[in-house]
């Protein structure tokens, strides 16, 4: 079983950046593959990213290719999210979740989910 603590959010002007950090718990963590959805007010959840355990493979929604870049440090437990160019319509509470399988994970498939963490973009 992991555990999840997102961190990182915030207010920040559009065409900003932030990096937004979640931290695993326990000896497994490598052994997961990440990944990072966000939820605004009224719309549904949405794949951002996703990282193999091993960080040698990526996927990326369409909508922040370019802009958005996901990295691991397994040594730390930890998995980021480098947000830059952001837009109003990047506000919405972010997720962290983890899944043993990165092919499952591409597909929006997570067994373990962090709380979230608000990140607010303003125009």
């Known amino acids: 079983q992991v555990q999840l603590v997102e961190s990182g959010g915030g207010l920040v002007q559009a065409g900003g950046s932030l990096r937004l950090s979640c931290a695993g718990s326990?000896?497994?963590?490598?052994?997961?593959?990440m990944g990072w959805f966000r939820q605004a007010p009224g719309k549904e959840r949405e794949l951002l990213s996703a990282i193999s355990s091993n960080g040698g493979n990526t996927h990326y929604a369409d909508s922040v290719k370019g802009r958005f870049a996901i990295s691991r440090d397994n040594a730390k437990n930890t998995v980021y999210l480098q947000m830059s160019s952001l837009k109003s319509e990047d506000t919405a509470v972010y997720y962290c979740?983890?899944?043993?399988?990165?092919?499952?994970?591409?597909?929006?498939?997570?067994?373990?989910w962090g709380q979230g963490t608000q990140v607010s973009v303003s125009s």
């Open positions: 979740a983890a899944d043993p399988y990165f092919s499952r994970a591409t597909t929006g498939s997570f067994d373990y």
């Open positions: 326990g000896r497994a963590f490598s052994r997961y593959a």
